[in-house]
């Protein structure tokens, strides 16, 4: 089945840190961009942060440059969010997203997401 | 930053009525413009991307249409599943933006 699960959301003190992982099978990991876009409780949606195929080429939005970190392991297929110095802002609904192949830049496979939520 | 304003905010309509999305962006974002449903709960589904090509799976009652600042999802003889809501979403440049969302409900 091709399908993305993440794991690691919890609650998490202001300033703390977390790491969220996604498992990915049913197609060829190592072939796509990947993403981590959120959603604070009931609001829209954001993106997070990009890792290309390969890995090489990362980019992040501007409110979690410097704290966030997200890389991918194409052996494992999994990719990660190093997630540093969190703030209430922070929390949200985490989602892995696969991107499209072509055109890229889409979100055409996305997990169930994993909630963080950041409070003291 | 390229904001991306969706209006309505609601749109109430009735089973069978077609409704109809604006999508309007703060500077071109040429061809590049996506739409996505999400329904509570759920992760957001890819509907449409550069504009008007349809995600694998999607049936023809969505379309889009529009180019540069402006742009509109149609969706056509609405069904009790396709009350959702709708968010665009630009890959013109980084950073990738998302529009406030429009939420379909029934009347």
């Known amino acids: 089945e091709v399908q993305l699960v993440e794991s690691g959301g919890g609650v998490v003190q202001p300033g703390g840190s977390l790491r969220l992982s996604c498992a990915a099978s049913g197609f060829s990991f190592s072939s796509y961009f990947m993403y981590w876009v959120r959603q604070a409780p009931g609001k829209g949606l954001l993106w997070v942060s990009h890792i290309n195929n390969g890995g090489v080429v990362t980019t992040y939005a501007d409110s979690v440059k410097g704290r966030f970190t997200i890389s991918r392991d194409d052996a494992k297929s999994t990719l990660d969010l190093q997630m540093n110095s969190l703030r209430a802002e922070d929390t949200a609904v985490y989602y892995c997203?696969?991107?499209?192949?072509?055109?890229?830049?889409?979100?055409?496979?996305w997990g169930r997401g994993t909630l963080v939520t950041v409070s003291s | 930053e390229i904001v991306l304003t969706q209006s309505p905010a609601t749109l109430s309509l009735s089973p069978g009525e077609t409704a109809t999305l604006s999508c309007r962006a703060s500077?071109?974002?040429?061809?590049?413009l996506g739409w996505y449903q999400q329904k509570p709960g759920q992760a957001p589904r890819l509907l449409i991307y550069?504009?008007?090509n349809r995600a694998t799976g999607i049936p023809a009652k969505f379309s889009g249409s529009g180019s540069g600042t402006d742009f509109t999802l149609t969706i056509s003889d609405l069904e009790p599943e396709d009350f959702a809501v709708y968010y665009c979403?630009?890959?013109?440049?980084?950073?990738?933006?998302f529009g406030g969302g429009t939420k379909v409900e029934i009347k």
């Open positions: 979403q630009h890959r013109n440049d980084w950073p990738l933006t």
């Open positions: 997203v696969r991107g499209h192949l072509y055109p890229p830049h889409y979100f055409d496979l």
């Open positions: 500077q071109s974002v040429g061809n590049y």
């Open positions: 550069d504009v008007f």
